[in-house]
């Protein structure tokens, strides 16, 4: 099956810093979501993007599907941007394979 | 809008009793539903996929059944619970194959 790869595995930021998170896949995708899952467990929809470039206020992600990676930046973070970032690919159609995440973890 | 419901949110269950968790989605009809599993709070794992009423798809071997009696709620089941069946289990819809999917809050799932 696909294969998935997040890096870092873990990031500890200062408030205001701004990050990057790379996610890798072994083969062409139809979909790719990015989530952040808060310390309550919620997973909360960040972007669809199985191609292109979006942005919502101090993020945005890019996808360059020929090459198989995404970018997720997040600019001036705040302590509330803490948590685990997923990257999931759907290549069938019938599931999103995650990847491991980052903790991400933003100090005041 | 579109809303997805989960309960309970926190389960304690000793070994070898059963299991029933609950999922609905509020505002579309005929979604496609999900079940995952989450363990060590890193990486989700799909169990379960539905893409109709009956109609229910299974990618991992596991002590866990689920079904869809009715188009928009699905039920993940087990006669009697494992250990190893602890976990954070998330339920989730799409519209169609490929297109966003939206998870619940999730169910965190202790086995004693």
């Known amino acids: 099956g696909i294969q998935v790869e997040q890096s870092p595995p873990d990031l500890i930021l200062q408030e205001g810093a701004n990050s990057t998170l790379r996610c890798n896949f072994s083969?062409?995708?139809?979909?790719l979501q990015w989530f952040h899952q808060n310390p309550w467990g919620q997973l909360i929809n960040l972007f669809y993007?199985?191609?292109g470039t979006k942005q919502n206020g101090r993020l945005s992600a890019t996808t360059v599907a020929t090459e198989r990676y995404s970018l997720l930046y997040i600019s001036s973070s705040q302590t509330t941007d803490s948590g685990v970032y997923f990257c999931a690919v759907e290549t069938s159609g019938s599931r999103l394979t995650f990847g491991e995440g980052t903790q991400l973890t933003v100090n005041p | 809008s579109q809303t997805i419901h989960q309960w309970p949110a926190t389960l304690v269950q000793p070994v070898g009793s059963p299991l029933s968790l609950e999922c609905t989605v509020e505002g579309t009809s005929n979604p496609n539903l999900y079940w995952y599993r989450q363990a060590a709070g890193r990486g989700l794992q799909l169990l379960f996929y539905s893409v109709g009423i009956g109609q229910i798809s299974s990618e991992v071997p596991q002590n866990l059944s689920a079904s869809r009696p009715q188009d928009r709620q699905f039920i993940l089941s087990s006669k009697k619970l494992l250990l190893s069946d602890s976990g954070f289990y998330l339920c989730?819809?799409?519209?169609?194959?490929?297109?966003?999917?939206?998870f619940g809050d999730g169910t965190r799932l202790s086995i004693l």
């Open positions: 989730a819809w799409s519209i169609r194959p490929n297109q966003p999917q939206h």
């Open positions: 083969d062409s995708v139809n979909n």
């Open positions: 993007i199985p191609s």
